[in-house]
């Protein structure tokens, strides 16, 4: 998505479910997403994550136990999330937060094959 504009989605609820570690965001476009905190962190919007660039990202390995500990709102467009493993950089923006919802399917199983290919594993 290219970023915030009037039209873009705007969460309207957000829940933390500590025990079984999902984020869910109602949209005030109707969408409704559950976002595991795995899936957030190995997503993190990070350039310790992203890199500065296509092809400097970094796969991420023994993420499948980690827990969002701390959210913190960023102005009236985004969230700092912060994991259990430490990880608290980023800007998780309404507009990639929405992205991740929609396309969690497809990003998941990209995830799952760049580790079966690395011979990663998800367990710390």
């Not at 915030?4 to 969408?31: C, Y």
Request: with cysteine; aromatic share 10%.
């Amino acid at each position: 998505m290219t970023g915030l504009n009037k039209s873009s989605p705007r969460p309207t609820d957000i829940k933390l479910h500590q025990i079984s570690r999902v984020l869910e965001m109602d949209f005030d476009d109707g969408a409704k997403f559950k976002l595991p905190c795995e899936y957030l962190r190995v997503y993190s919007p990070s350039a310790e994550v992203r890199g500065h660039g296509h092809g400097q990202e970094t796969l991420q390995t023994g993420k499948e136990l980690v827990n969002v500990v701390g959210i913190e709102p960023v102005g009236l467009y985004a969230l700092k999330l912060t994991f259990s493993d430490g990880h608290d950089t980023g800007l998780y923006s309404w507009d990639y937060l929405y992205e991740l919802g929609s396309r969690q399917d497809e990003l998941w199983q990209d995830y799952l094959e760049k580790l079966a290919v690395a011979g990663g594993k998800r367990t710390p």
